[in-house]
């Protein structure tokens, strides 16, 4: 028995006879339409283009997503340069035992502070204080290493700083708090910064900034009041530069790029694009002319602050990167990583000079003392290491 094909003709004559009926419709429907001129609708596909932006330019071609787009590096060489100003503040002689590129590989475990989960170290810039912020705020002589104080009236704070002259502290707990250094007494809370992550003054101590939710605020230190609202989306690192000019803070949409702002005007300048997540830590170098960047990535960048241009990723640390911090004279890098270690960079080269151990547990800060010669590092184990050259 043989099967039976079915017709192509048929089924031609079928979808002729629909096209023809749908046809016919149409043109009833068109019969019976309103006598008014329609308006003609033109259904097109919308062009695909993609829009480069530079700060201090007009856009101008706008090249279609056939064309290849601009790596971060041209995007950042075609910026317009901005002048940096000189830093405002004079610096405390390096001490002769100032820890070098020279003498890296020296340095060796000076001594152990206890404390528990440390968060944050910040050493003032007279050199009087040092101040670890774990579960309470610690207060320690910068020079005995005695503890003089501890602020027990907040429980882990954010973003602890102190102000240039070392009069003032900042930290974040049910908002950002001011307290007056040595007698503690609590002066003001900035309304609306319940969700801070990082803190930092001006040189001149009279601006704070603050990475609070979505955007960076600046505030009157004197007051309270709030001057700007910068939105950099989910943000949670900021820095003044040494000369008061800039604002920089961590932004984008995962909060991996790096945002730079005209601190008077709120204009923005650059942006800095490199990084594939969060930015941890962001800090600039003695002289304001190069910003690093601590990251999940694993890396710590370095870029030019005038053009937006990166100028170094260091490579080698095996976990995510949470500080960095400049040696006072700026030759040097440390940065600190959740793989338990201590490195430190020739800024110049970009070599590594020394990779430091001793932590038992993720690392969250480093910070070296104004005259050069101490490196603290604090983690989630029980000490912070107080760091030097013999």
Known sequence: MKTRRPSITKHLLVIISVVTLTSI??????????????????????????????????????????????????????????????????????????????????????????????????????????????????????????????????????????????????????????????SWGELRTLPGTDRTEDIAFSPDGKKLATATGNAVKLWETATGKELLTLPAGPTRAVAFSPSGQFIAASAGVAGQDIKLWDAETGEELHTFTGHTNWVQSITFSPDGRTLASACVDNTARLWDVATGRQLRVFTGHENQVTDVAFSPDGRLLASVSWDLTIKLWDVETGKQLRSLTGHSDWMWSVAFSPDGSMLASGANDDAVRLWSVP
């Open 25 to 182: 419709s149409c043109v009833a429907i068109a019969d019976h339409a309103p006598t008014a001129e329609p308006e003609q609708i033109v259904i097109t596909e919308p062009p695909k283009v993609v829009t480069v932006e530079v700060i201090g330019k007009e856009p101008s071609e706008r090249p279609t997503a056939d064309a290849a787009a601009p790596t971060p590096e041209e995007t950042a060489k075609s910026a317009t340069a901005i002048e940096i100003g000189e830093p405002i503040n004079t610096p405390i002689p390096l001490s002769g035992r100032a820890i070098t590129p020279e003498n890296a590989d020296q340095v060796e475990l000076a001594t152990l502070l206890e404390t528990d989960l440390t968060r944050k170290i910040v050493w003032s810039s007279d050199g009087k204080w040092l101040v670890i912020s774990s579960y309470h705020i610690h207060f320690y002589d910068a020079q005995t290493l005695e503890e003089v104080y501890v602020l027990d009236t907040v429980q882990w704070p954010n973003g602890t700083t102190i102000s240039p002259d070392g009069t003032l502290l900042a930290a974040a707990y049910d908002g950002v708090k001011l307290w007056e250094m040595g």
